[in-house]
C-alpha cells in the first residue's frame, strides 16, 4: 500500500523554503524548529552555484539490496536553540557506519518527517552527494526512537551511530529497540542534549516495503500551498486543509482551536522537552491544554479530548500560518491549532502499541481526530 | 620506577582466595565484593582439573607492539549485589574489542585492582587462554574511570567497549577521557546499573611505562599474610601492616579506628553508591566519620582528618581482618579501620588533580596519610 509512483522531485531553494515549512507542520510540534538547518542547506547550495538542486528518489528506484540509512538528531529540541551543531557530526557518522557495515551507504532519509530532522539528510546529501529517498520512518515527528514505523516491523535499531559537536563518537549495538533508544538518549544527555543519530539502518527492500512514502514531497506541497495562498491573499489555513485532506496518507483535517497562548510550562528533562501549554480563545471562554513531550500529543478543552497521539496536533502563527515548534511557543502568541489524522500505519493496534497514548503513559484509549471531532475519515483509513 | 622484576607468579585456588582478600583490601572499600567473582572463577578452574593453575606475567615479558586490554566492571557496587553477570560479557567485549582494533588483544589485566575488579580479567583468561599481566592501573580503586594512572600520562580511554549481561554491546569514541566516563557511566545507568567495560587498550611499552606493577601478586601476599597469621593464631592486622609497609609502591599503614558500626547512608545515584558511615569507639567517646562514592574517599574524627584520597582506607571486620566492600557495611558490624599510603605515582601534583581530594569536590588540600597521622613515610614517597 505504500508503493510510490512518485517521480524524481527536484528542490531549488523555494522548494527548500517550503519543505521546511511543511517539516514543521508534519512535525507536531517537534523535530526542532527548521530555521537552522534550512540556513545552513542554502549556504551549502548557495555556493553549489545558482543550477544547483537537490533530487529526492522514489524508494521504487532503490535497488533491492542496496544500503539505506535514516538519520537525524536526537535530544531536546530546547538545547539545539542554543547548542549549534559543527556540521561534522553526520559526516563522521557516515563514515563509521560505512565501517561497520563494511560496505558503502547508497541512499540516505529522514528518520523523521518532522521539523528540523526532516532537512537533516539533504545537507548530508548536499556535502556527499548521496542520493535522498523521498520517504520517511513516522509521517511526523515523535520524540522517542522507538516510535518508528520500522520498529512496528521489526526492523532492528541496532548498529546505530550516535556523533556530537565535538568529534564524540558511540556505536550503539543493542539487543532492542527500546534499549536503544534508552541507552542513545542516556549517552545524548551526557554529551550536553543533542546528538546525530543514524539508525534503523536498512535495505531497499525493506524501504521499499515499510517506510513511510512521498513525505518529503508532501512536505514540498505543503509548504508550497501556505505560501501560495499568502501571496494571493486567501486564507493560507484553508490552503492547508486542503492540501492535507488530498494527500494519500492523511485526508482529515480541520482547525482545533484559535485563541492566544495564556501559559506555557516547559522543562527540559532526561533529554527531551517536557510541559503543556495552555491557548485561551478570544471570547476569553474557553482554553484548550495541549500537553507536549518535543511533539504535541493531546489536546483537551476541559474533559472533551479533541486530538491526541499518533494524529498530527500543529499550533500555528495565526498571522503567518507557519507552525510554532513547542520549543519556541511563548505567552501570548495568537495561534491556530490544526489536526490531521495521522497515516493509518501508525493507528494499528500494534503500532499505537508503539505511538499510542499508551506508549506515552495516557490512560486514554485512542480515538481517531475524526471521530473526536465528527469528521470525514482519513485518507488510507479504510 | 615501575619496572617489575618479578617472575611469573602462579595462581591456585589457594592463591585465588588469598587474592580476593587482598582485593578487597587494596580496594579502599570499593571495586565491587569479590565473593561473586571468586566463586565464578573457582567453578571455572575446578571444571579444568586439579592441576590446571593461572600464571600472571610480568608487565617487562611484554613485546612493546603488544596490544593489552585493561578490563572490569563499571558502575554502582550496589547493583551488583542484585544484578549479577551473565557471563557472557567480558567474551562479547573482548570479540567487538578486536574487530575494532582489527587484531588480537594479547593480554589481559585489571584496570583498576580493586575489589571483584581485580579478579575479572582472571575470569576472561581462563576462559580465553589469555595472559593476564601482573599489575593494575590504579594501585587500588576508584570509582570513577578516568581516576587512572594512564590517564596522567595521556593514553586515551577510547575506544572503550561496553557490554551488558543481555547482550548491548556500545563502542565509545570519546574525544577526551572524562567524556568517556560520562557516557559509559550513563549508558551503563540506562542499562541497569553495571556494565563490563574495556578502556585504555595500549600496548605492551605502554603497560611498561605507565602501568602499577605487580599489584596482583601484592594482593596474593596481602591475602596470604593475613590467612597465615589467622592460621597460627598471631593477630592478623599485625600482619596486614607489617606486609603493607614491606611492599614497594605503599610502605606507611597503620590502624586509624576501632569501633562498631553505627550509621550508615548509602543511596545508589548516578551509577555509584554514595553515602557516609559512622564508627563509635567502644568507649562510646569518639565516632569516626568515613564519606564513600563507591570508594571510601575521607575518614575523620570530629574535625581531624585522618586519611583523603588517594591513600586508602579500608574497613574491616575485626575478627576475619577481611575488608567489607562499601555496599555490605551495615549498622552492628566491629571494624578496624586500616589507612595505607598510595603509590607515589598517585601523588604527583597532576594526579592529585585527577584522583585528588579536589576531583571529589572536596575542599581540603591533599595531605598524605604518614603526614596526617605521623607515622614513617611511604617506600616510594623519596
Redesign the interface.
Known amino acids: 500500500m505504500f508503493e510510490s509512483d512518485l517521480k524524481p522531485v527536484t528542490l531549488n531553494q523555494q522548494a527548500l523554503n517550503d519543505l521546511a515549512v511543511g517539516c514543521a507542520f508534519l512535525g507536531s510540534g517537534g523535530g526542532g524548529d527548521p530555521h537552522y538547518a534550512l540556513l545552513e542547506l542554502s549556504i551549502l547550495i548557495e555556493k553549489k552555484g545558482p543550477d544547483f538542486h537537490i533530487d529526492l528518489i522514489p524508494a521504487s528506484k532503490l535497488s533491492d539490496k542496496d544500503l539505506v540509512a535514516p538519520c537525524g538528531w536526537l535530544g531536546a529540541p530546547t538545547v539545539s536553540l542554543e547548542k549549534l551543531p559543527s556540521g561534522t557530526e553526520a559526516l563522521a557518522g557516515l563514515e563509521?557506519l560505512e565501517e561497520i557495515m563494511g560496505r558503502e551507504v547508497n541512499a540516505v532519509f529522514p528518520v523523521e518527517i518532522g521539523g528540523s530532522n526532516g532537512l537533516a539528510p539533504l545537507i548530508l546529501a548536499v556535502k556527499t552527494g548521496l542520493p535522498v529517498v523521498d520517504c520517511d520512518g513516522m509521517g511526523r515527528a515523535f520524540p522517542e526512537s522507538q516510535m518508528v514505523i520500522f520498529n512496528v516491523h521489526g526492523v532492528s535499531a541496532s548498529p546505530a551511530v550516535l556523533t556530537d559537536a565535538?568529534?564524540?563518537?558511540?556505536?550503539?549495538?543493542?539487543?532492542d529497540n527500546i534499549?536503544e533508544e534508552?541507552?542513545a538518549?542516556?549517552?545524548a544527555?551526557?554529551?550536553g542534549g543533542i546528538c546525530h543519530l543514524f539508525e534503523y539502518v536498512q535495505s531497499g527492500k525493506q524501504v521499499k516495503d515499510h517506510a513511510i512514502h512521498g513525505t518529503l514531497s508532501i512536505a514540498v506541497e505543503i509548504g508550497r500551498s501556505i505560501r501560495e495562498a499568502k501571496e494571493k491573499g486567501a486564507d493560507p489555513f484553508e490552503a492547508l486543509l486542503d492540501v492535507m485532506r488530498s494527500f494519500p496518507h492523511y485526508g482529515a483535517a480541520g482547525i482545533l482551536f484559535d485563541g492566544k497562548i495564556m501559559d506555557v510550562k516547559r522543562e527540559t528533562k532526561q533529554g527531551f522537552s517536557v510541559g503543556h501549554l495552555l491557548i485561551e480563545d478570544f471570547a476569553g471562554k474557553n482554553q484548550m491544554e495541549i500537553e507536549f513531550q518535543n511533539e504535541n500529543l493531546i489536546a483537551r478543552v476541559g474533559d472533551k479530548i479533541y486530538a491526541t497521539v499518533p494524529d498530527i496536533i500543529s499550533v500555528m502563527d495565526r498571522e503567518t500560518a507557519h507552525t510554532i515548534t513547542t520549543e519556541q511557543i511563548k505567552y501570548g502568541q495568537r495561534v491556530k491549532v490544526v489536526g490531521v489524522s495521522a497515516p493509518s500505519v501508525l493507528r494499528t493496534p500494534e503500532a499505537l502499541e508503539i505511538m499510542g497514548p499508551k506508549a506515552f503513559g495516557m490512560s486514554d484509549r485512542y480515538r481517531s481526530i475524526e471521530a473526536l471531532n465528527g469528521w470525514k475519515g482519513s485518507n488510507d483509513a479504510q
Open positions: 563509521m565535538k568529534g564524540n563518537s558511540f556505536v550503539i549495538g543493542a539487543v534499549t534508552r541507552v538518549r542516556a549517552a544527555v551526557s554529551l
